[in-house]
């Protein structure tokens, strides 16, 4: 039997679930690339604040995107996060915050951001080989990857986590605030009519409390090479 899959991993899940850690080990691991979908997100945002666009605008938002132009690298040595440029500029830690984040999920639940992000994520995606994270990698983006994963862990875990991730950039953190943001973040993605963060029906949902990272990565490792994937790539 050939299964028409893709040669893709795919880690949703929501915010401090521990996705970017794991999803960049798993990549290294793997010997992929690693697609921070969330950076894309940010970008647009962080585009719409400079330039003093309301997302609500449909007519500016548009043009926009039509124009956008965004590169995603490898973080730097010693560094967590991909580097990112948009229209050649690079754009730092900016795209970080917690606002930036409150920001994303406004712009992401608007159809006009998602169709453009989405298709270039499938550009990204088309030669195989990636690991994705995201909120809806592998319900919409690559419904045909071959391995597909949702990690969570409890609100006030993955507030810590963001918190340290913060405090470690030299960010002053009210951890209260930062949970309360989380909590509402995510009641935003899940709740969203399109693309909404929810496990793909044929993901392998973890939760990541009380685990180490080393040990999320050698569940998902040990996974994949008991399936292997009979697709094109
Ligand atoms: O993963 P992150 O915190 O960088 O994502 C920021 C926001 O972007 C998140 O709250 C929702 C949105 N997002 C999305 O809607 N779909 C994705 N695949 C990735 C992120």
Same mark, same amino acid.
């Given at each position: 039997?050939?299964?028409?899959?893709? =040669?893709?991993?795919?880690? %949703?899940?929501? !915010?401090?679930?521990?996705? !970017?850690?794991? +999803? @960049?080990?798993?990549?290294?691991?793997?010997?992929?690339?690693?697609? %921070?979908?969330?950076?894309?997100?940010?970008?647009?945002?962080?585009?719409?604040?400079?330039?003093?666009?309301?997302p609500?605008?449909?007519?500016?938002?548009?043009?926009?995107?039509?124009?956008?132009?965004?590169?995603?690298?490898?973080?730097?040595?010693?560094?967590? %996060?991909?580097?990112?440029?948009?229209?050649?500029?690079?754009?730092?830690?900016?795209?970080?915050?917690?606002?930036?984040?409150m920001l994303a999920s406004r712009v992401s639940a608007?159809?006009?951001? =998602?169709?453009?992000?989405? @298709?270039?994520?499938?550009?990204?995606?088309?030669?195989?080989?990636?690991?994705?994270?995201?909120? %809806?990698?592998?319900?919409?983006?690559?419904?045909?990857?071959?391995?597909?994963?949702?990690?969570?862990?409890?609100? /006030?875990?993955?507030?810590?986590?963001?918190?340290?991730?913060? =405090?470690?950039?030299?960010?002053?953190?009210? /951890?209260?605030?930062?949970?309360?943001?989380?909590?509402?973040?995510? =009641?935003?993605?899940?709740?969203? +009519?399109?693309?909404?963060?929810?496990?793909?029906?044929?993901?392998?949902?973890?939760? !990541?409390?009380?685990?180490?990272?080393?040990?999320?990565? @050698?569940?998902?490792?040990? @996974?994949?090479?008991?399936?292997?994937?009979?697709?094109?790539?």
């Open positions: 039997m050939v299964v028409d899959k893709q =040669r893709i991993v795919t880690i %949703d899940g929501p !915010s401090g679930g521990g996705k !970017s850690t794991v +999803s @960049r080990a798993l990549a290294a691991k793997l010997h992929f690339t690693y697609l %921070d979908t969330g950076a894309m997100y940010r970008a647009v945002a962080f585009q719409c604040r400079q330039k003093g666009i309301d609500a605008d449909d007519h500016r938002l548009g043009a926009l995107l039509a124009t956008f132009c965004i590169e995603l690298l490898p973080p730097d040595p010693g560094e967590d %996060d991909v580097r990112v440029l948009i229209d050649g500029q690079e754009v730092g830690n900016q795209l970080r915050t917690p606002e930036m984040g608007l159809p006009l951001v =998602r169709q453009t992000l989405t @298709r270039l994520q499938r550009e990204i995606g088309a030669g195989g080989r990636i690991v994705a994270e995201g909120r %809806d990698t592998g319900t919409v983006v690559f419904p045909k990857a071959a391995w597909k994963f949702f990690l969570d862990a409890g609100p /006030e875990v993955r507030a810590r986590r963001r918190a340290a991730q913060l =405090r470690g950039k030299g960010e002053q953190v009210d /951890e209260r605030q930062l949970l309360a943001q989380i909590i509402q973040r995510d =009641r935003d993605d899940r709740e969203r +009519s399109i693309a909404p963060l929810k496990a793909a029906p044929d993901a392998l949902s973890i939760d !990541s409390t009380g685990l180490a990272v080393e040990e999320v990565v @050698r569940r998902m490792y040990d @996974r994949i090479l008991a399936t292997p994937c009979c697709g094109r790539q």
